[in-house]
Nanobody, 123 residues
Framework: QIHLVESGGGLAQPGDSLRLSCAAS????????VGWFRQAPGEEREGISC????????WYADAVKGRFIISRDNAKNTVYLQMNSLKPEDTAVYYC????????????????WGQGTQVTVSS
């Protein structure tokens, strides 16, 4: 059974950086595509980034492209989301989840959701 744990969230000011981690147990994470999602209050959960297994190809939603970087450390069985130039609209609970591909980065295609980590961007 795949168990994912997100960490690294917190309170940040606009323009700051945070790095989120998605650590896996029960599975070798490099056999899966890993997606990052976020859900703001009153909003649907949206996919923001994904990294494939093997080659490690990446995908970003327009809202985060150029600011966020997804990466994976297979030795640590962990996927990261480096978030730079944070904006107040990045405030949300951030989740990671797995699928076999990054073809469609929407909630219904991914599974084994972590509990989420809160990111709040405010001055």
């Amino acid at each position: 059974q795949i168990h994912l744990v997100e960490s690294g969230g917190g309170l940040a000011q606009p323009g700051d950086s945070l790095r989120l981690s998605c650590a896996a147990s029960g599975v070798t994470l490099d056999g899966y595509a890993v997606g990052w999602f976020r859900q703001a209050p009153g909003e649907e959960r949206e996919g923001i980034s994904c990294i494939t297994s093997g080659k490690g190809s990446t995908w970003y939603a327009d809202a985060v492209k150029g600011r966020f970087i997804i990466s994976r450390d297979n030795a640590k069985n962990t996927v990261y989301l480096q978030m730079n130039s944070l904006k107040p609209e990045d405030t949300a609970v951030y989740y990671c989840a797995v699928d076999f591909f990054c073809n469609i980065v929407v909630e219904g295609y991914f599974g084994s959701w972590g509990q989420g980590t809160q990111v709040t961007v405010s001055s």
